[in-house]
């Protein structure tokens, strides 16, 4: 089956800067990427996604980056904010319609 | 707006019992999900359905059935609880038509502790 890993699990930034948070899966067929964000005690929710026929996918303020060559894809926050500030997970397809899910990585975004 | 709805936000239940976790979705989506959530370990799936009576197996089935009797309802049954099931259980769904994978909407979640 799929297998997606995530890195870093803990990623600490200033207010303003950039932050990037990479996978990689390894089953080629997979075509769904998406990333989801979890707030603590709530929910995680869809904030971007990218299909295998596109390379880069941009909105606002975040923007995800997809290497097939390479089976691996990047999430990107400029400007950080400390609402940024949740765990944030990847995914792949896997199958059917099911996602395999990384491990997490949580943002801590300081003023 | 999609609304996914577990039954219960918190249980306590104790070693042995057999436990119903249950989840509502109104969105007519076809695929539903169980994934447990561990600390360290992320999202783990533990089975799923793409249709009414249908169900797979996901990576972590030991320990755990399914029932899904209605489009909108799928249900996750701990046979017999032991601490180790002791988590954070969230149901999700998707819209499985037209053969395109498409975003999974969760629900808020239930955490299990099994004393």
């Known amino acids: 089956g799929e297998n997606v890993e995530q890195h870093p699990s803990t990623l600490s930034v200033q207010e303003g800067d950039s932050a990037v948070i990479k996978c990689t899966y390894s089953d080629s067929a997979s075509n769904y990427f998406p990333w989801y964000k979890q707030e603590l005690g709530k929910r995680p929710q869809l904030i971007i996604d990218?299909?295998?026929?596109?390379g880069e996918k941009k909105d606002q303020r975040i923007a995800v980056t997809l290497n097939k060559t390479a089976k691996h894809f990047s999430l990107h926050i400029t400007e950080t904010q400390p609402e940024d500030s949740a765990v944030y997970f990847c995914a792949a397809h896997s199958g059917y319609s099911t996602l395999t899910f990384g491990k997490g990585t949580m943002l801590l975004v300081s003023p | 707006d999609v609304k996914v709805t577990q039954s219960s936000r918190y249980l306590v239940k104790r070693t042995g019992e057999k436990v119903f976790l249950e989840c509502v979705q109104d969105m007519d989506h076809e695929n539903m999900f169980w994934y447990r959530q561990d600390p360290g370990l992320g999202l783990r799936l533990i089975y799923f359905s793409y249709d009414v009576k249908m169900k797979e197996k996901g990576d972590i089935p030991e320990g755990y059935s399914v029932s899904r009797e209605k489009k909108e309802r799928f249900s996750l049954i701990l046979e017999s609880a032991s601490t180790n099931q002791t988590s954070m259980y969230l149901c999700?769904?998707?819209f499985g038509g037209g053969g395109e994978n498409t975003e999974a909407f969760f629900g808020q979640g239930t955490r299990l502790t099994v004393v």
């Open positions: 990218i299909r295998s026929n596109v």
């Open positions: 999700a769904s998707s």
